[in-house]
């Protein structure tokens, strides 16, 4: 039984590494979005930040050096990954549902490193493991699980309340989205259950990591512990197929959408693109596009078509 899990594990995480990396690699080969250009970008200098500009605001502006101010940026996306600042600002009451489990999900991450380095020290260094390091390092890891476990759960639950009885929501709510809330709450009451029921003498966390680290067949998980764990790691290996990898898209939407204002210089990297989408030829039914897959991009910017002949 614990070699199935040691393998299910292992074959889950590398899904899920393989899986994050070709969906970001996809995003980054898309062609150019449509730039937002709404101003302050993070990573402008602090005075324009201020009041809302941009190196644009300068007299030939193309022909100077731009300065990447990497800490503003820097700021911006700290606040926004730790505490969903813009949820915050335009859906507040969205916000507490959301936050709860996002903020779950961080602490049950943090312990899972935590876990990790106990299991690491109790295999290299367990001097320090029986030490007062190893027993608060045993209650912070506990207390960071613990709180993830339940927080993570009651934010699940509260998302998915909030999709079944909002009427603002209906239209963005797929039965998908309601089975990947169930599969969170379900995977988060079996680890809570699994472990808090587990009987005496079973493993506690950190001889499963070691049991996993180490490969140790002998190790005997409980049944309901042991399925939480393997519907866990399901979970994790899930997860990029889903809208819920939105965490590598978000990266791409601040990046590449409503940051980028880079210049398109004259021969440079971006007009050779630019250059190259004009040549598509698109087949959008749109009545401002009246895309056949026979006129190419430049065609239908060219054109005004509300002066063309109706089909």
């Not at 039965?175 to 169930?182: I, K, R, V």
């Not at 440079?268 to 009545?287: D, H, V």
Request: aromatic share 14%.
């Amino acid at each position: 039984m614990a070699g199935v899990l040691y393998v299910c594990f292992y074959a889950c995480g590398l899904v899920f590494v393989v899986a994050c990396v070709v969906k970001a690699v996809s995003y980054a080969k898309l062609p150019i979005h449509l730039r937002w250009e709404l101003y302050p970008v993070p990573h402008e200098e602090p005075d324009r930040v201020r009041h809302g500009g941009s190196y644009f605001e300068e007299s030939d502006w193309w022909t100077k050096s731009v300065r990447f101010n990497f800490l503003g940026e820097l700021k911006y996306m700290a606040a926004e990954i730790a505490f969903l600042k813009a949820l915050w600002e335009f859906k507040r009451s969205l916000w507490y549902r959301s936050y709860a489990f996002h903020l779950g999900l961080y602490l049950i991450i943090s312990t899972a490193a935590l876990v990790l380095l106990a299991a690491l020290l109790g295999l290299f260094a367990p001097g320090i493991l029986a030490g007062a390091a190893g027993l608060y390092l045993h209650w912070i890891y506990t207390v960071t699980g613990s709180a993830g476990v339940i927080l993570s759960f009651l934010g699940a639950a509260a998302l998915l309340q909030r999709r079944l009885t909002d009427p603002e929501l209906k239209n963005y709510t797929t039965p998908g989205d309601l089975f990947n809330l169930l599969f969170f709450m379900l995977v988060l009451l079996l680890l809570a259950a699994g472990y808090a029921l587990r009987p005496a003498g079973a493993p506690g966390v950190v001889a499963m990591a070691q049991g996993m680290l180490t490969f140790d067949l002998s190790l005997r998980i409980p049944g309901l512990l042991f399925t939480g764990l393997l519907l866990g790691a399901i979970l994790t290996a899930y997860i990029p197929f889903t809208h819920m990898s939105h965490f590598i898209a978000k990266y791409f939407t601040y990046h590449s959408i409503r940051w980028n204002d880079e210049p398109n210089v004259r021969g440079g990297k971006m007009e050779a693109k630019l250059a190259e989408y004009l040549t598509y030829r698109p087949r959008w039914a749109a009545s401002h596009i009246r895309g056949d897959g026979v006129k190419t991009w430049a065609d239908v910017a060219t054109t005004n078509p509300a002066q063309e002949p109706q089909p």
